[in-house]
């Protein structure tokens, strides 16, 4: 007598199960892994951000000045090595348009913002508003110098690159800011690239 074996396999059904239950995982596990990853590059930001004010501090006692350079491309060589002037966020989610933009600028470009403080008093005084000056003056050694809000928005790669800003925003997503005294902290407060002037920013963030 010959027996046939018996042959065990998923259903259909069984296999709808198990996908809806990884989809519902993944759906929960998402944000949470999503928030961590931006944390982990915000850290790594605050690393380059460091390093940024180790820099222009040499350049301050090699000029003889308070005031910092307007561009930190104006760093390098000398002070500071090219890798750390692109935040790692944006290397990692916009690494085309970093590339094409760092072909244009002939890899001097920055993704961190810098408060011009000369630039920003000229412009202040034309029209007659708040200059960075008043700003050093009020905030002290607190004053903002140079900072990087890419991870809440994509504010200097939407200003070099044709993209859609909005779908890179995270709100909730911290400000990495180096202070005039040297040290980088977080900050929730400050405005939107687009939607924020820089005086608002250097006097809250």
């Known amino acids: 007598m010959t027996f046939m074996k018996k042959i065990h396999g998923f259903t ?16 929960l596990l998402y944000p949470t892994i999503s928030h961590t990853l931006r944390r ?34 104006s760093l390098i060589p000398q002070y500071a090595s090219q890798e750390i002037m692109v935040c790692p966020w944006v290397a990692r989610v916009a690494s085309r348009e970093v590339n094409d ?3 244009e600028w002939r890899n001097t470009w920055s993704s961190y913002f ?24 009020q905030r002290g050694e607190r004053t903002p110098m140079v900072i990087c809000r890419e991870h809440r928005d994509p504010f200097l790669v939407a200003a070099n690159h044709p993209m859609q800003p909005m779908a890179w ?3 909730e997503a911290p400000v990495v800011v180096l202070r005039k005294d040297g040290s980088v902290d977080l900050s929730m407060r400050g405005g939107l690239g687009y939607y924020s002037s820089t005086i608002r920013d250097a006097l809250e963030l």
């Open 12 to 27: 259909l059904l069984e296999m709808m199960v198990v996908l809806s239950i990884v989809a519902t995982l993944s759906a």
């Open 40 to 73: 982990v590059y915000a850290t790594s930001c605050q690393s380059n951000l460091r390093q940024i004010g180790q820099a222009i501090k040499m350049y301050q006692a090699d000029y003889q000045t308070e005031d910092w350079p307007c561009r930190t491309s």
């Open 101 to 103: 933009i760092q072909k």
């Open 114 to 137: 810098v408060f011009c403080w000369k630039g920003l008093d000229e412009l202040a005084l034309k029209r007659g508003e708040t200059t960075f000056t008043e700003v050093v003056e």
């Open 169 to 171: 925003c995270f709100p």
